[in-house]
């Protein structure tokens, strides 16, 4: 395997970001990387980069599933441009693909480009395919931070969650709106474009089950289609993991 770590001087992040990039060896032998789909692999609060390697198994399901992955080191951004911090969205969904399609060609087509992510990351990936629904053909989150912006609200004004209120600020402007997941899914539907493939997990134990299972009503309010995964998981790696390869066997066929 190529297991390649870029250290990426961005103009919207102040240090140089480290991102992990993944490439079974057979793909880079057979000549295939730019035939390859690719997943970004988001991590969670307090992860980084190296999360996924450490924790599960994800490296070995590349090899299996022929994948390539991408882990960025995202810090507790929430995958936005901070509201007191920096500029992580638009590194994420514009330079970094760039960057990555101009060094090592990896393909950047709708129909190779994939998303998934745990906890934080679940709503990384949902905040970045839905903002940008042409660019990623299907979004996996395991037991997201699915929360609508309200719910965040109520967090930073009641739990004293200053780490939602460093990437969030105070959610009252309405730019904010681009922040919640529930209004980005609307603003598809209006806008009558296509929504990735939707492919939520989360555990029953798990502390984030009912917010994962208040989007999923909302999904299923708005005739939206969509596969939803639950068990008798908690907010770990131990469900993570099969979810992982679970969905890498979907999207590899």
């Given at each position: 395997?190529?297991?390649?770590?870029?250290?990426?001087n961005?103009?919207?992040?102040?240090?140089?970001?480290?991102?992990?990039?993944?490439?079974?060896?057979?793909?880079?032998?057979?000549?295939?990387?730019?035939?390859?789909?690719?997943?970004?692999?988001?991590?969670g609060?307090?992860?980084?980069?190296?999360?996924?390697?450490?924790?599960?198994?994800?490296?070995?399901?590349?090899?299996?599933?022929?994948?390539?992955?991408?882990?960025?080191?995202?810090?507790?951004?929430?995958?936005?441009?901070?509201?007191?911090?920096?500029?992580?969205?638009?590194?994420?969904?514009?330079?970094?693909?760039?960057?990555?399609?101009?060094?090592?060609?990896?393909?950047?087509?709708?129909?190779?480009?994939?998303?998934?992510?745990?906890?934080?990351?679940?709503?990384?990936?949902?905040?970045?395919?839905?903002?940008?629904?042409?660019?990623?053909?299907?979004?996996?989150s395991?037991?997201?931070?699915?929360?609508?912006?309200?719910?965040?609200?109520?967090?930073?004004?009641?739990?004293?969650?200053?780490?939602?209120?460093?990437?969030?600020?105070?959610?009252?402007?309405?730019?904010?709106?681009?922040?919640?997941?529930?209004?980005?899914?609307?603003?598809?539907?209006?806008?009558?474009?296509?929504?990735?493939?939707?492919?939520?997990?989360?555990?029953?134990?798990?502390?984030?089950?009912?917010?994962?299972?208040?989007?999923?009503?909302?999904?299923?309010?708005?005739?939206?289609?969509?596969?939803?995964?639950?068990?008798?998981?908690?907010?770990?790696?131990?469900?993570?993991?099969?979810?992982?390869?679970?969905?890498?066997?979907?999207?590899?066929?």
């Open positions: 395997m190529a297991k390649l770590i870029f250290k990426i961005s103009k919207y992040i102040d240090s140089p970001n480290s991102t992990i990039i993944y490439i079974p060896d057979k793909l880079i032998r057979k000549g295939m990387v730019e035939k390859s789909k690719v997943v970004y692999m988001l991590h609060k307090n992860g980084d980069e190296e999360s996924f390697g450490d924790y599960s198994n994800a490296y070995n399901y590349a090899d299996k599933y022929s994948l390539i992955l991408v882990i960025p080191s995202m810090a507790n951004s929430f995958y936005l441009n901070m509201e007191h911090g920096m500029r992580y969205f638009d590194y994420l969904s514009e330079e970094l693909p760039l960057y990555l399609s101009n060094t090592l060609r990896l393909n950047s087509q709708k129909e190779y480009n994939f998303l998934l992510g745990y906890s934080m990351g679940g709503f990384g990936a949902l905040k970045l395919g839905l903002t940008n629904p042409d660019k990623y053909k299907g979004i996996c395991l037991s997201g931070s699915l929360r609508s912006l309200a719910d965040t609200k109520y967090k930073i004004e009641h739990e004293n969650r200053m780490d939602l209120k460093l990437a969030f600020g105070d959610c009252n402007d309405k730019v904010y709106e681009e922040n919640d997941i529930y209004y980005l899914t609307n603003k598809i539907l209006y806008e009558k474009k296509t929504l990735p493939e939707l492919d939520i997990y989360c555990g029953r134990k798990d502390s984030l089950y009912e917010v994962n299972k208040r989007y999923i009503n909302f999904l299923e309010d708005k005739g939206i289609r969509f596969n939803f995964t639950e068990d008798e998981g908690q907010h770990s790696f131990d469900s993570w993991d099969k979810e992982i390869e679970r969905y890498f066997r979907l999207i590899s066929k």
